[in-house]
């Protein structure tokens, strides 16, 4: 499977990736620790140095369809997982580059302000960011 997988191929990407380490490890309790898309720069996108392949296009529409679609399909196969990251941290351009500050779901100064809930609710077997 493509390391460097489009918006509309993430979710297939991160549970594969789960699914191939719990079939690794049999018995042994696995879960996604973080998963995510970048919301900007707007239109941004890389070259994978190893690989040569483009990667995804950062955007705020891509954030939101990649998180609630991971979050759906964790939530339909019953696994664990958890969004990568709560908040974007402006500080993180100069050790990350343009995409550093750009994962989290939420901006600013406490109060927080997130965008939407990306399909953040109670889940028994989910840990939440937000409610």
């Not at 049999?26 to 970048?38: A, I, S």
């Not at 690989?51 to 990649?66: D, S």
Request: aromatic share 8%.
């Amino acid at each position: 499977m493509n390391s460097n997988p489009s918006t509309e191929q993430a979710a297939n990407f991160h549970v594969a990736r789960l699914r191939d380490l719990m079939n690794r490890y049999p018995g042994k309790e696995v879960l996604l620790t973080e998963f995510g898309w970048p919301a900007c720069p707007e239109g941004y996108s890389e070259t994978n140095q190893l690989t040569g392949q483009q990667c995804g296009i950062a955007g705020e529409m891509n954030q939101r369809i990649v998180i609630e679609e991971t979050l759906a399909q964790l939530e339909r196969a019953g696994l664990p997982g958890i969004v990568f990251e709560a908040f974007r941290e402006p500080w993180k351009r100069e050790t990350e580059g343009v995409v550093g500050p750009c994962w989290g779901i939420c901006e600013g100064d406490s109060p927080y302000r997130c965008r939407s809930p990306y399909g953040l609710r109670a889940r028994s077997h989910l840990p939440v960011v937000l409610k």
